[in-house]
Each structure stands twice: as C-alpha cells, then as structure tokens.
C-alpha cells in the first residue's frame, strides 16, 4: 500500500536536509533510498530533495512576498477557447456526415466536405465558425470530438475453406510483392452474413479493393457458390473505373478454382493467391471487410431474397459514399531502426482523388468522376444508407432468434445505428 501525503512529506523534511549537505555520489545513494520509498520519479524526487525547505523572494509590487518552496507544483496555463460551442456542434454533424473517421483523415478534405454540404443546403455556418473549422487540425478535432467518439469492438469467425484444386497452378502473392502502381490490380474477398449459425444457405459479400487507389465495389452473392462469384466479378468489372488487371485472393475454394483460372485467362487477367492462414497478405481487402462492410450490415443473419436485394441497394450507395467521401492514408515508405519501426504515411485522400492524380486513367474517364461527382450529395447518401439498414434491421427483427448468435458481435455495430440516427 502506498504512502500517505503526510508521510511522504515526512519522509522527504528528514532526508532533503541530508541530500542538500552531501556529496554527489552521497547524494545518489539517498536519492536510490527515496525513490523505494515514495515511488517518485527521478528527475522530480531529486528537484524535491534539492529545493525542499528553501525560500524564494518575490516581488507584487512594492511588497516582498517570501514563499517557502516545499515540493514542484505546475500550474496548467489558461488559454482561451477557441473552438466554441458552435464549432463543436457544427464538427459533431461534419463528422457523423463523413461516417466518424478519425481527425487524420477528416482534416484533409474538410473544406471541400464543408464547401458540398453548403452547396446542397445541408449545412449552414456562420463566417467566423466556417473559417474556424477550415484552419482546424487533426490533433484538435480528435481532442474535440473526444466526449462524442466510442470505442467499437467486433468479433469475427472465417468462412474460408482450402481450395486445394489448382492451387500449384496459381502462384503465390505476399503483402511485400504488391508493388504495382496501376489501377486495376485488386484483391478480393468474401465477408459472411450467418449471423451465428452457419447451417444452410446465407448471404455473403464480395468485396474488391484496389491497391493502387482504394477504389471499392460491392456485390451481394445468396451463397459463395463459384457460379455467383463469377457472375459478380462479371458486373463490379463493369463499374470499376479503369480496367481490371490482376485479382488476388486467399485460398477458398470459390476463388481457387479452374472457372475463375479461365475468367481471368479469357480476359487477361493475372490471377494470384495468398499464403494460407496469412491475412496480412490480402491486408487492403481484409481492413475494407470491417471498416465498410461490417461497420455498415453488421454481424446479423441474411438468408432471404428480400435480404439480399436489400443488400446490393445499399452497396450501390455505399459505393458511392465511400470513393467519393471517405479519405484514407497510404503507408509510403517503413524504415526499421533496432527494434522501432517507423512508419510514414500520406496525406489522406478519397480513391476518386487518388484516381484523378494517377496518370494511367483515361481523361475522359476523370471528366465523366468529376462530373458524376459534382452531383453528389453526401448528407443525402448517408440518409439513404441509414434508411436501408433500418430496413435491414427490420427484416431481421421478424426472423426467428438464433440460440447460437453472438450478441456482442453486432453490440458495437448498434452504437454506430444509434450515432448515425442521432447526428446524422
């Protein structure tokens, strides 16, 4: 148990007059016994040793003030507040808009998320609150959003069965060899929606993301039967804005298989896989599974066709909502320094940024995003997405309960609902 403040002070009046009248290797010997007893740390128990007891002088004007020093106190300077309540409010809407992204990545695109909300009449600030969230930074708006933001943890369970047919015929690809700078190199998953019970049919989501731009498309699949699989890679090849160059997938049998070894050989089309039970080598698709699938379905049972067309409706604002308006940082380069690794990134920008910047995109393509991008309206995509999910909550909340569902799994996803219900 530790020591009481009056002990401590106790301690310290008997050994300061003995630390203040010794030599330098004395004085470490008294400062090793000190730190046993009181827990201090070193730099302040030798600044209390050395100044207990002594007097300072001060002068408040025309009287000297004499004050004994006793032990090391700071004052928090007070500074005025800057970020008012009306910035706060205002941050709070920007923010649950923009789907809680962190100050990092809101901070970027800030004005120009400020500057279409005001163009569609979603939001309304004065010039002095306007001009104190275009000149905010990252570190501030975290400190400000803080009372606001939760903490949402999920569990998870992997679907993912071996593909042992083909696989010596599909080479092999690590996170470390994903060095291609074009669009179109992508990586691919399954994310499923059993909901807990992993008898029967049920609903799973195909996920692409491209490595280049973090481009993302989504397609609902009734099963991950290859024939689905197939079908979507056929239509979200449509929708990507730039052609399709390579895929990349872990070692399930819906991916390794000699249907998806001729799609890709029909369209030339470079087909690799990962090391099995290594995530970390499809690392661009894996973290998009949680940050926008999961994040926006949760970890409910989807096995009806009503369900599934739920699904896709929503995945078509998705899309939409998270190329056009959800910044992300690239890792640029990681430098190892003994057992410190030191990583550096770069500014967050949107995929449709990152598309727009890359040089290997046909202009006409980037003139028809830009213009495409010019009619939407963010606060507008984020109700629709809010309203498909309530629907999707609905059709769930008339389903039979499971005994062996995970209740803790959707537990966070039911805060983000009640966030976007509220400040949305």
Known sequence: MGLTLKERQSVTRQLAVRYQNSTKKEKGRILDEYLAITGYNRSYASYVLSHWGKKKTFVDGNK????EITRHSSKKRKRPIIYDKNVQKALEHLWACADGICGKRLA????????????????????TTRQKLLRISASTIDRVLKPVKQTYTFKHRSHTKPGTLLKHQIPIRTFADWNDHIPGFVEVDLVGHDGGNLSGDFAYTLD?????????ELFALKNKARKWVIEALKTL???LPFPLRGIDSDNG??????????FCQLNEITFT??????????CFVEQ????????????????????????????????LFVNFFQPSVKLVEKTRIGSRVKKKYDMAKTPFQRVLQHDAIDTNVKEQLKQQYEELNPAQLKR??????????????????????NPYNNRGYLKLRKRNNTLA
């Open 288 to 319: 998009k599974n949680y940050t926008v699938v999961r994040r926006t379905v949760g970890y409910h049972r989807y096995d009806t066709e009503y369900q599934l067309k739920l699904l896709n409706r929503l995945y078509q604002y998705l899309r």
């Open 273 to 282: 896989r990962t090391r099995p039970y290594r995530k970390n080598d499809n």
């Open 253 to 262: 049998s819906e991916f390794i298989n000699s249907h998806l070894q001729s």
């Open 108 to 127: 970027p695109i800030l004005p120009e998320f400020i500057r279409k909300l005001e163009q569609f009449g979603e939001i309304q600030l004065d010039p």
């Open 64 to 67: 000297r003030v004499v004050v």
């Open 237 to 239: 090849k449509t929708q």
């Open 208 to 216: 692409i993301t491209d490595v280049a731009t973090g481009w993302i």
């Open 384 to 405: 629709k997405i809010v309203e498909l999910q309530s629907q999707l909550e609905r059709s769930v909340e008339k389903q039979p309960k499971i005994i062996n569902q």
